[in-house]
Antibody, heavy 121, light 106 residues
Framework: EVQLVESGGGLVQPGRSLRLSCVAS????????LHWVRQAPGKGLEWVSG????????GYADSVKGRFTISRDNAKNSLYLQMNSLRVEDTALYYC??????????????WGQGTLVTVSS | DIQMTQSPSTLSASVGDRVIITCRAS??????LAWFQQKPGKAPNLLIY???TLQSGVPSRFSGSGSGAEFTLTISSLQPDDFATYYC????????FGGGTKVEIK
């Protein structure tokens, strides 16, 4: 059974940093691209960032480019999102999402349950 | 960046109705399109990929069609379990989602 378990969310002040983690199991971790997708309260889905199987290619939404950094550790079956210079508008539930393909162009097939990030003073 | 536009944003329907949701891409994405269903408090669930391929375990009343820049998700006979929000996703270049379509009880 595929499992993606996020952690690291919480309440943080604007301008501060937070690091999200996701531990995966139930599939061959280094065969797949991985993504972070967020959903603000009562809003739709927004892709945040993605990383290919070997970390050779990373992509970011314009809204987070230059502030967020995605990374992965295939030896630990783990995905990370370093979030710096956080803004109130970054408040959302952050999902760790598995890609169905190893590259940057593949649909997403499994989702974690999310970790909530709240940016507020 | 590829933008995805879904319509309608809200749809009121009754059990047994045929429901059609449309998704338009800002440029051609071939058939690199997926559809998801999301219920309140839950993560999205994959329904269809490559525009028309049904994910394993998804009921056959769901179907997808289209190519290029225009796509549709059809629910042939709406069931009580289908009242939810639906999202399209392009994966031609990383990933982008449509704004969502909430299917409500009429």
């Amino acid at each position: 059974e595929v499992q993606l378990v996020e952690s690291g969310g919480g309440l943080v002040q604007p301008g501060r940093s937070l690091r999200l983690s996701c531990v995966a199991s139930g599939f061959t971790f280094d065969d797949c691209a991985l993504h972070w997708v967020r959903q603000a309260p009562g809003k739709g889905l927004e892709w945040v960032s993605g990383i290919t199987w070997n970390s050779g290619n990373m992509g970011y939404a314009d809204s987070v480019k230059g502030r967020f950094t995605i990374s992965r550790d295939n030896a630990k079956n783990s995905l990370y999102l370093q979030m710096n210079s956080l803004r109130v508008e970054d408040t959302a539930l952050y999902y760790c999402v598995k890609g169905a393909d190893y590259g940057s162009s593949g649909y997403t097939d499994y989702w974690g349950q999310g970790t909530l990030v709240t940016v507020s003073s | 960046d590829i933008q995805m536009t879904q319509s309608p944003s809200t749809l009121s329907a009754s059990v047994g109705d045929r429901v059609i949701i449309t998704c338009r891409a800002s440029q051609s994405i071939s058939t690199w399109l997926a559809w998801f269903q999301q219920k309140p408090g839950k993560a999205p669930n994959l329904l269809i990929y490559e525009a028309s391929t049904l994910q394993s375990g998804v009921p056959s009343r769901f179907s997808g069609s289209g190519s290029g820049a225009e796509f549709t998700l059809t629910i042939s006979s709406l069931q009580p379990d289908d009242f939810a929000t639906y999202y399209c996703q392009q994966y031609n270049s990383y990933v982008t989602f449509g704004g969502g379509t909430k299917v409500e009880i009429k």
